[in-house]
T-cell receptor, first 112, second 110 residues
């Protein structure tokens, strides 16, 4: 099992450009998440999908959109990138309830 | 407001020198407290879940404990391969909301 996979691993964008970060999991989990990690601030939840067909905002949703394409895939879109979105983005999944999350390897995004 | 604070920010130990990492939290309706290990350039890797005060979990040189306000990750006789950032997270009333601390970066010197 690959677990949680993310593409791309690295990306450099110019201010105003758009891009989509892809995430897939092969553990048959119902819930999926997008986080960003910035130095000294820990992981912050951007959006989550409790189950296929549903999405909800987390702590820091402004400037992002998400799509739960099917049970396996959850994408994060930046419509007009800003330097403040420079960060490392992690996708995670778990089973709903009292269950730990499994994380992907991350996408390091730089916006110039 | 739900909040998680980890201390210290960084910790340097000699191989074999035991110590503890702290995670203090304020959350309405704690569902669970989670410890993760994160190596540079990688995603967090799950270590432990604790659900109620008084609970303890162990794995090799690591032992996690939980009280009503904080959790400790005790590292006994650490080795250089234990060097990593250790993250603490709490799961709130909403099952899908997890709040992470900023982590403790542990460096174990041989």
């Amino acid at each position: 099992n690959a677990g949680v996979t993310q593409t791309p691993k690295f990306q450099v964008l110019k201010t105003g450009q758009s891009m989509t970060l892809q995430c897939a999991q092969d553990m048959n989990h119902n819930s999926m998440y997008w986080y960003r990690q910035d130095p000294g601030m820990g992981l912050r939840l951007i959006y989550y999908s409790a189950s296929e067909g549903t999405t909800d905002k987390g702590e820091v949703p402004n400037g992002y959109n998400v799509s739960r394409l099917n049970k396996r895939e959850f994408s994060l879109r930046l419509e007009s990138a800003a330097p403040s979105q420079t960060s490392v983005y992690f996708c995670a999944s778990n089973e709903p309830g009292w269950h730990e999350q499994y994380f992907g390897p991350g996408t390091r995004l730089t916006v110039t | 407001e739900d909040q998680v604070t980890q201390s210290p920010e960084a910790l340097r130990l000699q191989e074999g020198e035991s110590s503890s990492l702290n995670c203090s939290y304020t959350v309405s309706g704690l569902r669970g407290l989670f410890w993760y290990r994160q190596d540079p350039g990688k995603g967090p890797e799950f270590l432990f879940t604790l659900y109620s005060a008084g609970e303890e979990k162990e794995k090799e040189r690591l032992k996690a404990t939980l009280t009503k306000k904080e959790s400790f990750l005790h590292i006994t006789a650490p080795k250089p391969e234990d060097s990593a950032t250790y993250l603490c997270a709490v799961q709130a009333q909403n099952f899908n909301k997890f709040y992470f601390g900023s982590g403790t970066k542990l460096n174990v010197k041989p």
